[in-house]
């Protein structure tokens, strides 16, 4: 792991499972996060739990234990066990609460939902009614 694509050749090459294939990639793709100290944050184990998986975040870090410099003083054991403890937050809105401000199923409903998501994983996980209302606006009309 390196950060290049050389990990798809070893897969070919060892005809290893789907199942490794995604986890070699999930690392690959985050190696350069890894070197990172901001990688580390509780904050960002959360961010990542939720867009992954618990799993794949064990993945990152257990692989980190063998990258990281040591002077960095990171617990790997104290953030995997973070994780397995953790519960991984709901997304409190949905597309039913769109509608009530007028949205109708489609693209533009699913806009919206993929906005108020990233400010409200930005926002640690936390977003208020007030928010909500500030980012809805109006609907297109069609």
């Not at 904050?43 to 040591?70: G, H, P, Q, W």
């Not at 007028?102 to 939902?113: C, F, M, P, R, T």
Request: proline fraction near 2%.
């Amino acid at each position: 792991m390196d950060g290049s694509n050389e990990y798809e050749y070893f897969c070919y090459k060892f005809k290893v499972s789907n199942n490794i294939k995604k986890r070699l990639k999930n690392i690959n793709d985050n190696y350069e996060n890894l070197k990172n100290i901001k990688f580390y944050s509780e904050e960002n184990i959360k961010r990542l739990t939720y867009l992954f998986s618990k799993k794949d975040v064990i993945d990152l870090l257990l692989f980190s234990a063998c990258e990281i410099d040591k002077d960095k003083k990171i617990n790997i054991s104290e953030l995997i066990n973070h994780v397995n403890t953790s519960e991984i937050p709901k997304f409190p809105i949905s597309g039913n609460y769109l509608k009530k401000y007028g949205y109708k199923s489609g693209e533009e409903l699913g806009k919206k939902l993929k906005f108020l998501e990233d400010k409200w994983i930005n926002n640690n996980f936390v977003i208020d009614n007030k928010t909500v209302e500030k980012y809805l606006g109006k609907p297109d009309q069609n």
